[in-house]
């Protein structure tokens, strides 16, 4: 676990997470363009959780929709934002060349920041499912070092029908199980938190935006879950005086 310092007071820090970008639906990276070139950079820092594009082969992925997003990062980052990000299920390969390229510093896959105040445990929230005996498998390969390895070392286009597959899989699949397999297990929350000795979580993955207020060990504890952006844009804003869910409409 990290500790990170302080945030300054007044100023927001943001959180966002499930944007799954991708040059089908240029909208929403209109969306997320305009967020970092205006909202964003009223911020202390930037927080992304997890699955910033649909789909990520690579960083010599030659992808024009996703170039644009990088100098969208950059841009915010020269400003003096500082972005996070967290990998997700569908861009588990974003690499050192995206970080130097977007200027956003990669995160691993469990942090815990001071929160003004509050320690906050941070994750993409996969690892939550634990329900979901065939995704955690599927998670187990894919983040097995020779497999990236096997992958990364393919032609492009090669990569790219291979992505279109597991996409196509997975979204089968999810459409053939119950709500309770998709969603986090609770036991796996209370032990992750206990793990890392905090009483706030904040995470994505499930596309089910809520704050859900529970006791954990005789206190109160909070966990905070980030919503998507398919329909709309998704924001956790937090400040001194708290953290609120907000909407960001498309158009």
């Not at 299920?89 to 510093?105: H, V």
């Not at 998670?139 to 279109?164: C, K, N, T, Y």
């Not at 992750?192 to 060990?217: K, N, S, W, Y």
Request: contains cysteine; negative net charge; hydrophobic residues 40%.
């Amino acid at each position: 676990m990290i500790i990170a310092p302080p945030h300054p007071p007044m100023k927001p820090v943001l959180f966002i997470s499930d944007l799954h970008l991708d040059p089908t639906r240029p909208r929403v990276s209109d969306l997320f363009l305009d967020f970092l070139a205006g909202e964003a950079r009223t911020a202390t820092a930037l927080y992304i959780l997890g699955d910033l594009f649909e789909a990520w082969i690579g960083d010599d992925d030659p992808e024009p929709e996703h170039a644009r997003v990088i100098a969208g990062l950059r841009a915010a980052v020269d400003s003096g934002v500082p972005i996070f990000v967290m990998h997700g299920n569908r861009d588990f390969l974003l690499g050192d060349d995206f970080a130097r390229r977007s200027g956003a510093q990669q995160l691993p896959d469990s942090l815990v920041i001071e929160l003004f105040g509050t320690p906050t445990l941070l994750l993409h929230g996969d690892t939550l499912c634990t329900d979901d005996r065939a995704y955690q498998d599927f998670r187990a390969m894919v983040r097995d070092s020779g497999w990236q390895g096997d992958f990364l070392a393919r032609p492009i286009h090669e990569r790219q029908a291979i992505a279109r597959q597991l996409r196509e899989t997975s979204q089968r699949a999810t459409r053939g199980k119950p709500e309770y397999i998709t969603d986090v297990n609770a036991a796996a929350v209370a032990d992750c938190m206990r793990t890392a000795g905090v009483r706030q979580l904040i995470h994505g993955h499930t596309h089910r935006p809520a704050v859900h207020d529970f006791e954990l060990d005789g206190q109160a504890a909070r966990r905070i879950v980030l919503g998507d952006w398919y329909e709309q844009g998704s924001l956790l804003r937090c400040t001194e005086a708290g953290c609120r869910l907000e909407l960001l409409p498309v158009g």
